[in-house]
């Protein structure tokens, strides 16, 4: 199983930014494919919503609640996936999961939407 591990969230005022990273890692001797990568987020009393991805090429899709503050970008050969945040608001906070479509191929095939454990971004007004 891929591990994605996130990091970078935090307490920031508004109209500040933060840079939030997901590193994706598998056990050792196995095989596997990253394909899309995106980022979801979840505010209290609320559901899990997504936020934006960037396939395997690099084509970037955001949310329309996002799209032109946040940013996100990936580096396929280190299996990583960022998320730049400019012009937070406070209604930006939330705890931010990174997710990715994995194709496994050794030692076993498989094809799985795996999720990080989540970081809280904390906006204060």
């Known amino acids: 199983q891929v591990q994605l591990v996130e990091s970078g969230g935090g307490l920031v005022q508004a109209g500040g930014s933060l840079r939030l990273s997901c590193a994706a890692s598998g056990s050792s001797g196995s095989i596997f494919r990253i394909n899309d990568m995106g980022w979801h987020r979840q505010a209290p009393g609320k559901q899990r919503e997504w936020v934006a991805g960037v396939t395997r090429g690099g084509t970037t899709n955001y949310s329309d609640s996002v799209k032109g503050r946040f940013t996100i970008s990936r580096d396929n050969a280190k299996n990583t996936v960022s998320l730049q945040m400019n012009s937070l608001k406070p209604e930006d906070t939330a705890v931010y999961y990174c997710?990715?479509?994995?194709?496994?191929?050794?030692?076993?095939?498989?094809?799985?939407?795996?999720w990080g454990q989540g970081t809280q971004v904390t906006v204060s007004s």
């Open positions: 997710n990715a479509d994995v194709t496994y191929l050794y030692p076993r095939r498989d094809n799985r939407n795996d």
